[in-house]
């Protein structure tokens, strides 16, 4: 697959200050990181591998094929950046999954025969139930 160790050194991270409530301490302390991943210059991964992680996560990436993680869960910046290496892992071992193609089923031939029988039993069930003609 590739490498998860040689992977996070590729990873560049960035302290950012994080935003919502929190007195005075949010104002001065920057605990949440901004992880950033340029998927083009990656050497740990094959060129097949970089094909199928664009393909799945076009999406997020930006115009230069950068992949950017936020955290900013916890007040502890390196408990931020432990949960946001073990987000990008996540999604890039996901995005590399092969999902097998599936194969539809061809219904049973009893299965067919049955569905009929009942069919043609309720059908008769309520010819039964009508008032019968006048001859």
Request: charged content about 30%; aromatic content about 4%.
């Given at each position: 697959?590739?490498?998860?160790?040689?992977?996070?050194?590729?990873?560049?991270?960035?302290?950012?200050?994080?935003?919502g409530s929190?007195?005075?301490?949010?104002?001065?302390?920057?605990?949440?990181?901004?992880?950033?991943?340029?998927?083009?210059?990656?050497?740990?991964?094959?060129?097949?591998?970089?094909?199928?992680?664009?393909?799945?996560?076009?999406?997020?990436?930006?115009?230069?094929?950068?992949?950017?993680?936020?955290?900013?869960?916890?007040?502890?910046?390196?408990?931020?950046?432990?949960?946001?290496?073990?987000?990008?892992?996540?999604?890039?071992?996901?995005?590399?999954?092969?999902?097998?193609?599936?194969?539809?089923?061809?219904?049973?031939?009893?299965?067919?025969?049955?569905?009929?029988?009942?069919?043609?039993?309720?059908?008769?069930?309520?010819?039964?139930?009508?008032?019968?003609?006048?001859?």
């Open positions: 697959m590739f490498n998860a160790h040689n992977l996070i050194q590729e990873l560049s991270f960035k302290a950012v200050r994080s935003s929190g007195g005075q301490h949010v104002n001065k302390v920057s605990s949440k990181i901004e992880l950033s991943f340029n998927l083009k210059d990656s050497l740990v991964l094959s060129h097949i591998q970089k094909q199928r992680i664009h393909h799945k996560l076009h999406h997020r990436l930006t115009k230069n094929d950068v992949l950017i993680l936020q955290c900013g869960e916890s007040r502890s910046q390196h408990r931020n950046k432990d949960l946001v290496i073990k987000r990008f892992l996540t999604i890039i071992r996901s995005c590399l999954v092969i999902t097998k193609k599936r194969i539809p089923t061809k219904t049973p031939k009893a299965v067919v025969r049955k569905r009929l029988n009942d069919k043609r039993r309720k059908s008769e069930i309520k010819q039964n139930r009508r008032k019968p003609k006048p001859d």
